[in-house]
């Protein structure tokens, strides 16, 4: 037994530790992956955006009969897919797969992290913890809500949050590591984590919080030379991509996004201060009530009240880690980071779990290191290891059933609103000319399945809509019953008022959706 744990312990401790990792990782991938198109429009979206550039037509919206220059995603993730668009055209589960590779990736690098900062064991319980908490919605049965973990569940969709996740975690590793080091010309690892940091923002523009972070760690240091360079050549990177963005007529779509008050009805117009900081406190109370608890702590129920036991265990976890980052100056870069981020996502317009997917593994780390130096100042260094992997052990037992979730919702089929919807897409693939319009409530989902140009339609009154839809040329529509208020409010009252300019093609026998052809006049 002794050999075993003592060759256990090799293979974690040495470079074949994080490849262990990986490969682990990637298995419990597989098991959940789930091949079906995911439901959230940004999927979509990317793919779009990927089979544009494998088609050499730049990073356009494809998707539309007049294709218009995508300035709302930066390019990198579309970058990254683009290649397995043009191996695989039509196929969405390549870059699913390739999601995957890059989940599995970054939880080698987490682990490399852990393991320099907590020692072996500690650093595995911080992937193992990253990999496995959370309570991301997978869908609504006969038995109510169905959840899964957070990571495990975004590991395969075509998301940037994933690819996002691994870049920036390669970054700190490299930035510390470079930091650490003099000079800047031969600093390899100072360079590497520049590229990788400014890479990460491409992929996702939360990465600004990343580039804050290491600029600020710098000045900390008082490392004014290197500071300056950073923050310098971070700037010269940003320019042609906001330039290009102004020159087609699209910059700072997610600075326009942050100042409104509400980005789905930009007439509400723009935020005060005021406005501000309450979209701040009314973000602080939903995430510490909602969003937190039940992604790092999920064992917890009820925690609709900040005086509930879990929002109260990570404010004074959050404080702890707090003075004991700034009073020792460990971790520093880490904390700066997650400080910065949280501020960006607590200002954002919308909250959700999703937002909280790239930062999860760097707030469980520090919560690990805090609480282990907490440990040892309580027990005075004499808990062992035993204690680490009972606590382990309790938090994880209480996923198992989430991952289990995960992997039964990866093999079902689509809910049968969505299944509806899949077929509408297949049957205009197999039926309608290519060169076919259609009008719908998802465009890019329904482009991505039928492989046809589709259009939306205005919240506005019948005639309006009837108008709009003569004016895109419309050859189809599509009514489905998603669940979007839209449809009903304003797409149906058009086809009911106009009904003589609609036939029936297709219809599902079991959930409300229609393919009807507009008959033009």
Known sequence: MKSIQQYQRRLLAGPRGPCFVVAAAFLLGIWTFDAKLSLSGDNAEFITLAHSLAQGEGLLHINSPTPQPATKYPFGFPVLLAPLAWAFPGDWVPMKVWVLVLFALGMGVLYQLAKERLDILPGLAVVVLSVVLGKSYLTHGPTGLAYGPLLLHYAHQVMSEVPYLTFSLVALWLVERGVERDGLKQNGWLIGGFACTIWAYYIRTVGIALVAAVVVYLLRRRDFRRCLFFAGAAFVCWLPWTLRNQAVGGSGVYIKQLFMVNPYHPERGLLDAGGFVERFIGHVHRYLTGELPHTLVPFFAGTETIFHPAPLLLIALAVATTV???????????????????????????????????????????????????????????????????????????????????????????????????????????????????LCRKGYWMYIVSGRCCVGFPFDEPAKVLAHMEREKVDYVVLESLGFPQTGQYLVPAVEEYRDRFKVLWRDQFVPTYVLRFLKQ
């Open 324 to 438: 004991l980052c700034i009073k020792r100056g460990e971790h520093l870069l880490l904390w700066l980071y997650a400080a910065f981020f949280m501020g960006v996502v607590l200002l954002w317009p919308w909250p959700g779990d999703r937002f909280l997917v790239p930062i999860v593994p760097v707030l469980v780390l520090l919560g690990v290191w805090a609480v282990l130096q907490i440990r040892d100042r309580l027990a005075g260094g004499h808990v062992g290891r035993f204690a680490v992997w009972g606590c382990l052990l309790v938090c994880v037992s209480g996923q198992i059933g989430g991952v289990k979730r995960l992997a039964d919702y990866a093999a079902a089929d689509y809910p049968p609103p969505w299944l509806g919807y899949y077929q509408a897409g297949q049957w205009l693939k197999a039926n309608a000319p290519e060169e076919a319009i259609v």
